[in-house]
């Protein structure tokens, strides 16, 4: 079965700083894989997805994330974040065909604290 | 357009009742799915409707869960005799659904569980 790691538990940045979320996966075959985000009291939104293509992904908000096929990751990147980006960051990986591929599996989140 | 609609948004209960969680997907989505949210086990995976069937139902944690959709659209999650580690966030999603869709989340009903 697949499995998906996030580096960070928490993260704390200042306005305007750069961010970076590592995600890793495990899985051998071809994956669609996405990130949602939940901001607090709201419910998870979709961010950005990755199916095929150019492996560089643009999302909502100015996030974005690269595909790196040779290391399984998939890190989510914004070059300066806003106090409104204070939210809870979950990756996750579906599996293109074959066994599973409905299931959704997640990381543990990123909680991602910005200080005005 | 409408999104995922999830009833009730809370729910409190005692131990050993039976609850009943209500899922309405987006409209024209024919996939279903429900997740678990709970501090120590993240999001986890219960189970997949595609249409009114479910094939698979391996998610489920214990034979006091079932699920059933009908009519390819509303869904209900029922846990019974209900346990402490059953609280948690139970979670709908909806997709389209083609293999490896995108799926798009409800807000969610907090168990609580006392």
């Known amino acids: 079965a697949q499995s998906v790691s996030q580096h960070n538990h928490h993260v704390i940045l200042s306005e305007a700083a750069s961010l970076e979320l590592g995600c890793n996966y495990s899985y051998g075959g071809t994956v669609n894989l996405f990130w949602y985000v939940q901001y607090p009291g709201q419910h998870l939104q979709l961010l950005l997805k990755y199916f095929s293509g150019d492996p560089l992904v643009k999302g909502i908000k100015g996030f974005e994330a690269e595909f790196i096929k040779s290391k399984f990751s998939f890190n989510l990147r914004k070059p300066s974040v806003q106090w409104s980006d204070t939210a809870e960051y979950f990756c996750a990986v579906i599996p293109y065909s074959g066994a599973g591929s409905y299931q959704l599996t997640f990381g543990k989140g990123t909680k991602l604290s910005v200080i005005p | 357009g409408a999104g995922v609609s999830q009833s009730p948004s809370n729910k409190v209960t005692e131990k050993g009742k039976d609850v009943e969680l209500r899922c309405d997907p987006i409209?024209?989505?024919?996939?279903l799915y429900w997740y678990r949210q709970s501090l120590g086990q993240g999001l986890e995976f219960l189970i997949y409707?595609?249409?009114?069937?479910?094939?698979?139902k391996s998610g489920l944690p214990s034979d006091r869960f079932s699920a059933e959709r009908t009519g390819g659209s509303v869904s209900t999650l029922t846990i019974q005799r209900t346990q402490q580690e059953d609280s948690a966030v139970y979670l709908c999603a909806s997709s389209p659904g083609q293999v490896a869709d995108t799926q798009y989340f409800g807000p969610g009903t907090r168990l609580t569980v006392l």
């Open positions: 409209s024209g989505h024919t996939a």
């Open positions: 409707f595609q249409g009114n069937s479910a094939p698979d």
